[in-house]
């Protein structure tokens, strides 16, 4: 007997909001398993905060660029069991080469259709298709209806890995029918920029929606407000620059600013978290 066919894709990136206590996780890479059992699942994380669907976009948006082509399974489902749809997205260039080419291997997005995959199918190029996953042959029986994870998200994911084509999977419908994520803009206003606090690491950094070429210019220190408080941030590189009690604004790993201490929580010291608004001005602003 030959050898089976290697897998279309050998990787599936799994995010969630199902955490690490029960056993959501576990059931879910075994439903894989079971279905496509050379698959590598690898964790981006599985503690998006019960029910964010933003957080959990912006985190998959932040992870995009950094991950193999395969497939992103990505659960945060406030919405399980309504009429909500759960879909795939492929994602990975254009739809077809003028000169009639292959396009090459397509990634998948697979998720539910609420503002979680948005963000992170922009950031791998736009769509080629979309699907909804509407063909319960391709699904496993369950009792009840809120568990996709288990039962139509990591079924789809194997069954994509195992090559079977997305079509088949379920009924197309329009990429532009996909709803949008919710990811805030800055908005500048003479020498200040109204901002609002996109995620807080668990180091404390207190990363921004701002770019740094929108930060108020000139000064080496900045005016932080927060919730009519005032805090001065120095602009700094690097934590080590600032001295113990300092606050800081800097360009973190993902090009946006963040206020940040030195071996201490920005988040606690100024007492914010993610989707808080915060205001920084020139120190004349």
């Avoid at 933003?54 to 991950?67: E, I, K």
């Avoid at 080419?101 to 298709?129: E, K, Q, T, W």
């Avoid at 180091?203 to 921004?208: D, K």
Wanted: glycine fraction near 12%.
């Amino acid at each position: 007997m030959s050898d089976p066919a290697p897998p279309t894709f050998d990787t599936i990136w799994f995010l969630s909001d199902y955490g690490l206590t029960d056993e959501f996780v576990g059931v879910v890479k075994g439903v894989v398993r079971n279905l496509a059992p050379s698959v590598t699942v690898i964790d981006l994380t599985h503690r998006v905060a019960p029910h964010d669907v933003r957080g959990g976009s912006l985190t998959l948006a932040r992870s995009m660029q950094y991950l193999s082509r395969g497939i992103v399974l990505a659960v945060v489902d406030p919405g399980v069991g309504s009429d909500r749809r759960a879909v795939v997205v492929e994602v990975g260039g254009d739809a077809q080469p003028a000169d009639g080419a292959d396009p090459g291997p397509a990634g998948f997005l697979v998720g539910p259709d609420n503002g979680l995959l948005a963000p992170a199918v922009a950031m791998a190029g736009g769509a080629r298709r979309a699907i909804t996953l509407d063909d319960p042959e391709y699904h496993l029986d369950a009792p009840g209806p809120t568990f996709a994870g288990r039962d139509i998200f990591g079924p789809a994911a194997a069954h994509l890995c195992n090559g079977v084509p997305l079509t088949t999977l379920g009924s197309a419908i329009d990429p532009l029918s996909l709803l949008p994520g919710l990811v805030p803009l800055s908005a500048s206003s003479g020498d200040s920029v109204e901002a609002e606090v996109l995620w807080v690491d668990r180091f404390g950094n207190v990363q921004l929606n701002v770019d740094p070429d929108d930060l108020p210019s000139g000064d080496e220190a900045l005016v932080v407000q927060v919730a009519g408080r005032t805090r001065t941030a120095r602009r700094v590189r690097t934590y080590d620059e600032l001295g113990t009690g300092q606050l800081g604004v800097l360009v973190d790993s993902y090009g946006l600013a963040a206020l940040v201490c030195r071996r201490h929580s920005a988040a606690q010291e100024l007492g914010i978290g993610a989707g808080d608004a915060v205001r920084l001005a020139g120190q004349a602003g």
